[in-house]
């Protein structure tokens, strides 16, 4: 007890996977102009990604609603963005249904990552 090993489990993914992932569901690869593109545009509510994680998403960002502090969405500056399959899977479901109403399509999710991962 207290060395904290068997506390958290290795990561099962990674940025660069999960792009590779959704660019082969989509067809094509992600593509990080239209990525921030779709980032920061509203898609018919209130809220933007960027509302919430902030542009660039490169600094903790703030929950729009509830004000809860949000790490960075950003790869390069959050070593445990999108490293655990299931709470990517969460994330995008949950964000998604947010900002949009619907789940997005593999090709919206490709360009994000190809956004997210393009920042340095």
Not at 3 to 27: E, F, K, N, R, Y
Not at 52 to 61: E, L, N, R, V, Y
Not at 80 to 93: I, L, S, Y
Request: hydrophobic share 35%.
């Amino acid at each position: 007890m207290g060395s904290g090993l068997g506390i958290s489990q290795a990561a099962d993914t990674s940025p660069a996977v999960q792009l590779a992932h959704w660019s082969a569901q989509a067809g094509n690869p992600g593509n990080a102009a239209r990525g921030q593109g779709f980032f920061n545009a509203q898609h018919g509510g209130e809220w933007s990604c960027a509302s919430c994680h902030g542009t660039p998403p490169t600094k903790d960002g703030k929950h729009a609603n509830t004000g809860k502090v949000i790490p960075p969405l950003a790869p390069a500056f959050n070593a445990k963005a999108f490293t655990d399959t299931a709470k990517v899977d969460k994330w995008f479901k949950r964000n998604c249904n947010d900002v949009l109403s619907r789940e997005c399509s593999a090709a919206e999710k490709a360009d994000v990552m190809a956004y997210l991962n393009s920042l340095k």
